[in-house]
């Protein structure tokens, strides 16, 4: 079995930046493409970002893309999120996602077996 945990949610203002993390711990060594999904208020769970086990591919979300950055650092059993430019559309309650594929390209959140408890991130206008 595998655990995912985010961090690094928070407030900020418009126009500025947040890291999220997500630490996995367990099986990790069975984990290859992790992605981010977020969940504004009301709405339902969009794809974010996605990366490769080695993270030589990304995939990003037109919504996100030029603004949001995601990294590994599998040493640490580690992904990371880093988000600029940040919108008061950006709010949400952003979840780490983790599958056994290699690749990257996965969107839909059936294409993910293990997930985190999610994080919130409120940018203020």
């Known amino acids: 079995q595998v655990q995912l945990v985010e961090s690094g949610g928070g407030l900020v203002q418009a126009g500025g930046s947040l890291r999220l993390s997500c630490a996995a711990s367990?099986?990790?060594?069975?984990?290859?493409?992790m992605g981010w999904f977020r969940q504004p208020p009301g709405k339902e769970r969009e794809f974010a970002a996605a990366i490769s086990w080695n993270g030589g591919s990304t995939d990003y979300a037109d919504s996100v893309k030029g603004r949001f950055t995601i990294s590994r650092d599998n040493s640490k059993n580690t992904v990371y999120l880093q988000m600029n430019s940040l919108k008061p559309e950006d709010t949400a309650v952003y979840y780490c996602?983790?599958?056994?594929?290699?690749?990257?390209?996965?969107?839909?959140?059936?294409?993910?077996?293990?997930w985190g408890q999610g994080t919130q991130v409120t940018v203020s206008s």
């Open positions: 367990g099986r990790s060594f069975s984990i290859h493409v």
């Open positions: 996602a983790a599958d056994w594929d290699h690749g990257v390209g996965k969107r839909r959140t059936e294409e993910y077996y293990y």
